[in-house]
């Protein structure tokens, strides 16, 4: 399904969105800006990228939508998401220090 059509779908009736001072947020994963739009949404993308802080506390997690395993599910006719369609890199309390390669 096209990433277009998703969106029509999801765009007003999304269990993610919150309606605050006549805008309109979105809560999902993957989403930097947390906004309700085509551009920023983490769900239809194939490829998104996101930052969660880290369990323990400590700097934070880089989170990206591996496109390899999703192209793989969908033609074998999954629906479900497969547990390893995320790949999380962790990094330091100093982000500044470390430089991360995105694929």
């Known amino acids: 399904m096209s990433a277009h059509?998703?969106?029509m779908v999801v765009r007003n009736c999304s269990s993610f969105l919150i309606k605050r001072n006549k805008?309109?947020?979105?809560t999902e994963p993957n989403n930097?800006?947390?906004r309700n739009s085509f551009r920023y949404n983490g769900?239809?993308?194939?490829?998104?990228?996101?930052?969660?802080p880290?369990?323990?506390?400590?700097?934070?997690?880089?989170?990206?939508?591996?496109?390899?395993?999703?192209r793989r599910y969908l033609y074998s006719g999954h629906r479900e998401c497969p547990a390893n369609l995320f790949v999380e890199t962790g990094l330091?309390?100093?982000?500044g220090a470390h430089t991360l390669r995105v694929p």
């Open 32 to 34: 930097l800006k947390a």
């Open 54 to 70: 880290a369990a323990d506390g400590k700097g934070v997690v880089v989170v990206m939508k591996r496109r390899s395993v999703m």
């Open 92 to 95: 330091a309390a100093c982000p």
């Open 5 to 7: 059509l998703q969106w």
């Open 23 to 26: 805008q309109t947020y979105s």
């Open 43 to 52: 769900l239809i993308h194939r490829k998104t990228v996101g930052v969660e």
